[in-house]
């Protein structure tokens, strides 16, 4: 019983007791190597327990590796799988430590020690069996065109936006090129506002409450595209409760309706 | 006429003068109590009016344990109220008070006197007749899984981009550690911003800026589902209380209707 | 033609050439004397201008004055009119010069010049003939009860958020009382982040995330009742453009009916 | 084949590869000269390659005072192209070059400089094809009213609540006139947040406190007038190709039925 396939669907499906418990095991995994992760980067416990921390890893990459290894060695596709976005993930997830006995330079460890947090887009695979998954992405995906749009208009006004405030403000109020400026045009425009570079003239405060007012009546427009997105989706989720017809096989009879549409024939 | 009985009905029910009459008395003193524990708080009023408030809250805690004494006494469950939610915030409300006098450590009595806050959870039960809080409290609750999602998809960008800046910045500009990334990350992408954390180098204000435009475009989704959830939810109510014509089995009978509109025919 | 009723309409209607040109000498003359006490605000203008601002302000008191009197003497209701919300607003926008006289108290006379602004509102009594602001005023007061229980909620939110971090963060962090722990709670659930208190400990920037993601998820609710109240109001808009019955006049008869749906007769 | 009318079919249109092709580099063109005058912003940047941009500036200039040329010359309505939007846009895309030819003064070079980055508008005018552009900007369009309304409600209360907080904060707290005060509250409305000026009385946070809230309640108008705008003409569009039954009038035959679902007769 425990032959290859069955370890193959234990790996790749979640539908019975051994693969599903598979995936909640490699989910704590996951979470667990995280958290490890996260609290190394602390300083003070770093200190503390990098001991602890550092034969946790080791324990995480060992089992991280064995579970590569297990899927290369399953998958049927191996190229397709290597090769895949996730297949990457599952290896730069792994990599960091081994790296890391080849590497001196400290700035280069660093970014190579933060690569293992990339370990937590590995849960994403685990949430493709949620509809609500699928409802979302679905409604933000037929929105990405209209998104894009309203991002490219919004840059369009950054743009302007900062260089105006560049010429009107200047260097000497901290505005000191045209990308800084942009950049607390987004800071401002997304009400975001974090204070670092303020207006000071009262003319630069007058444009700069124009572009709040501005980013308060445009907040409005990526909200309306994915509301009425979603509004729509939902009725179309309506038409699956559908009847089919006993005669053709049509598959919307709503409620009500005495003939098929496509046949003429009678619904019972 | 002032049996058991009638008294248990005066404090769990709410649908005559006395009934009522009791509630309201409950507020008021709910909310004032909760005034002076707010007031109490006030360095500069507490050294003019310390006695005053005082005085008060042993009068509040008399009150409220009579209150819980009398429900107590009066419920016919008494082990499931005394367990239940509610039982336990009415007990941790009076509880302070007592404890208060057998702790000496300072630190923890004002944990125990900022328990008394907790009263204001209480006025919540009283809000159980309204049937506005229904519809926002069942729009919010099949809304849940799909906000839950959101924001476990909002807590992966968070460690992403937080991951991100912590390498970029690093703790020389305030990214001390990852959690405090997080933080950062959190403070930017729901547009609060504070500023007690901001990126300088050009590279950091990019990803910031990234992170911004990603906000303003996601702040979509979560509007997105409770505005859908409760237009649904206004649209069934409407069709729910349409008929059919028995004639020709139209089905748009409205209420108040005679005659169907597509037959003629009269409406039973 | 020039009699008391002419003038009468000139003053509270608009709709012929008089009455309209009244109604917008009566915006602009507003309009100036606010912009006058605005910019009489400013240090810098008022020690250069300051005369000719208080000649300007004379004059148009000297106007508004003459307009009071007009409305006082004109209207039929007369107590009515004084007692109203606008009759109110019309004589504090005149009283302030007067006041000026008889007060020799700096700080309350800059609280009186700060009435002068209160002109403004009397734009609003300009606007009752729009349209749109009907559309937007009623969706807004269909939504009153579910706002009012909405801010109720977050209020408690807040005390429940301002009293945790209080005992959290405490005064050497400025959470220096729980009002002052509210203000701060109210600050960062509106994603509004001034950043003149923040979280410096790490449990109490833990907690503020929570606040922060728990302000971006529950500023769907009031978006979602004013979306989904508003789209309402639009299906109801489209029921006006509906035929009455020729037998019966019944007034709702939708295009594609057959038979009036009260009296049964054939609609042509 | 290359003569005039070809020619400005290519300069003018955008339907086959020739003059798709031309408005490919045409943006590539104009994106570079975009980002080379943003660059030349940066100090650093220009210390090093100050002559690089300057060389580049005047190739960009060249060729876009090339194709002004071109479009004057091509098109047949010149004067109505040069008054265009558009053609005052082109017009001062290639400007700024020639004019610092003759003005010495550094301020105004600055700005002159500036204006280049106005050729980002002539990305717009490529974008005209889009159907998504024309979505959002009809749903815009059709909001208008209501939005100029809500930005002239929103006004009114930046003014009182300015006034207000100049009243209680004073110039000693930061708000030093009431224009400086009226930037606060659009500031704090539009929970923008910098924090450059906040209030410091118990009062003055009280009253902010009540602003904020106001803007949670308020952020939901606008997005609710373009939300149900844009699901009503997601709606529209759906209804406008049902069709009526011949036979028994039914009124909501879709594309592609064959039978009415009614009364079962033939659908032509």
């Known amino acids: 019983m425990w032959n290859k396939k069955r370890l193959a669907h234990i790996v ?6 051994e693969s599903r418990l598979f995936d909640i095991v490699l989910l704590i995994l996951i979470l667990s190597s995280v958290t490890v992760a996260i609290l ?3 300083q003070s416990l770093r200190e503390k327990y990098g001991d602890l921390f550092y034969i946790l890893e080791l324990t995480f990459t060992f089992l991280f590796t064995l579970e590569y290894i297990l899927r290369v060695w399953l998958t049927s596709k191996t190229f397709k799988y290597v090769t895949s976005f996730f297949g990457l993930v599952d290896l730069l ?11 001196a330079n400290t ?6 020690r933060a690569l293992r947090l990339l370990r937590i887009v590995r849960v994403l695979k685990l949430g493709r069996y949620l509809a609500e998954a699928d409802f979302i992405g679905d409604s933000l995906k037929a929105s990405a065109a209209k998104i894009q749009l309203f991002l490219f208009s ?13 010429v009107i403000e200047g260097p000497e109020h901290g ?6 400026s942009m950049y607390w045009a987004i800071v401002t425009l997304t009400t975001v506002g974090f204070g670092d570079i303020t207006p000071s003239t009262p003319f630069g405060q007058f444009m700069a409450s124009i572009i709040m007012l501005l980013g308060y009546a445009i907040i409005a427009v990526p909200t309306g595209i994915v509301t009425s997105e979603m509004a729509k989706r939902k009725k179309v989720s309506h038409y699956e409760s559908l009847k089919s017809c006993t005669h053709c096989s049509f598959d ?12 003429g024939s009678r619904v019972d």
Not at 93 to 103: E, K, M
Not at 107 to 112: R, T
């Open 175 to 180: 505005f000191t090129s045209i990308p800084v």
């Open 93 to 103: 997830a792994i990599l960091p430590v081994y790296l890391s006995f080849f590497v």
């Open 154 to 166: 919004v840059l369009t006004i950054v743009l302007i936006m900062g260089t105006v405030m560049f």
């Open 107 to 112: 700035q280069l460890l660093s970014v190579i």
């Open 40 to 42: 190394d980067s602390v």
């Open 252 to 263: 919307a009879i709503e409620e009500g309706d005495n003939f098929c549409r496509k046949c």
């Open 12 to 17: 790749f499906d979640s539908d019975d007791r």
